[in-house]
């Protein structure tokens, strides 16, 4: 499950293996899913409530129905993985019996000057624009779009990949903030110029609740999700991986810690933990050495029941 404003496509980098291919080679049948948030559909106000009761249980029936299989393994991403915790924890997703989950997932921890740039801009561009999009370092709209790509290319000079600058203003406050440029190799770099598009100020809305109460909270919108994530036991009996990066500037590596500790105090012992000392937040997927440090444990994690 990809993250918020990319696709699917965003584990199929030019670098190889790729994610799907190292386990496919390892004998998975391995599908990728596009979501309410991919960039392969026209841009929507989505909400990740809406993604996690509407999108994840079809998508399920699909590949079980293809397959006939009984059950599922999952490896989900960012909001893709905040999404289809709330759809789990909520016992929407049961035939899922082992989960890794990178960057965030329950609690969502974000740097301190993130934080504050949330609390401004929200009250503010939020009120004007409907949509931020990493396609304006590339042709931005009159308007607020060209003052914010103004503002980006003002700011931002860590590399000379205006989508790349854009992707960090728009999910955080780092230079950059979804990966280390040393994780990556030149192709894997200038691909990405193609993989992000527009994310809704909803996101950003139902994200900053989140993050002011800590962990992952519902409107009420939809009966089937608790108002709080964090307030029962959870309703599935899947073992769970957490992965962080340490260097995460988009989340940061408490915030996947923090959902271990959750998970651990029902069933301690079941669950596990990785922290990769030189990562940060998407590299963990196309990272130039990725498939050396970081797929084998997500292919042994996958393993254990």
């Known amino acids: 499950m990809h993250g918020a404003g990319v696709r699917a496509n965003i584990f199929l980098p030019p ?3 790729t994610v799907a291919q190292f386990l496919s080679d390892a004998g998975y049948d391995v599908w990728l899913m596009n979501w309410r ?9 989505w909400t990740l409530a809406q993604a996690a009761v509407n999108d994840y249980r079809p998508a399920t029936d699909l590949v079980l129905n293809a397959t006939g299989a009984k059950s599922l393994k999952a490896v989900i991403h960012c909001q893709g993985s905040t999404s ?9 997703l049961p035939e899922y019996t082992n989960v890794v989950s990178n960057a ?13 740039k949330s609390k401004m801009s929200l009250p503010t561009l939020g009120r004007f624009i409907d949509y931020l999009n990493p396609q304006w370092g590339i ?18 000079h860590e590399c000379n990949n205006a989508v790349c600058k854009h992707s960090s203003f728009t999910f955080g406050a780092g230079f950059p903030t979804l990966w280390k440029h040393e994780n990556l190799d030149e192709a894997t770099h200038e691909w990405l110029k193609g993989e992000f598009a527009a994310v809704p100020v909803t996101f950003f809305r139902e994200m900053a609740r989140c993050m002011d ?8 919108t ?3 999700l608790p108002r709080d994530f964090t307030a029962q036991k ?5 073992r769970f991986t957490f992965l962080a990066g340490r260097l995460n500037d988009c989340f940061i590596a408490e915030s996947q810690h923090k959902t271990y500790r959750f998970f651990d105090s029902f069933t301690p012992g079941r669950h596990a933990y990785h922290e990769f000392p030189t990562y940060g937040h998407l590299d963990v997927f196309i990272g130039k050495n990725a498939a050396h440090d970081t797929f084998p444990i997500i292919l042994d994690e996958l393993s254990k029941n």
């Open 15 to 17: 670098s190889s293996p």
């Open 37 to 45: 948030a991919s960039i392969e559909f026209e841009a929507n106000r």
């Open 84 to 92: 289809f915790m709330m759809a789990i924890v909520a016992g929407l």
């Open 104 to 116: 965030v997932s329950l609690h969502p921890i974000v740097p301190t000057l993130a934080r504050l």
């Open 139 to 156: 042709s931005a709209p009159f308007g607020w779009p060209m003052l914010i790509d103004w503002y980006v290319r003002a700011m931002h």
């Open 213 to 220: 109460a800590g962990h992952l909270v519902s409107d009420g």
């Open 222 to 224: 939809y009966p089937e």
């Open 234 to 238: 959870p309703k599935t009996d899947a």
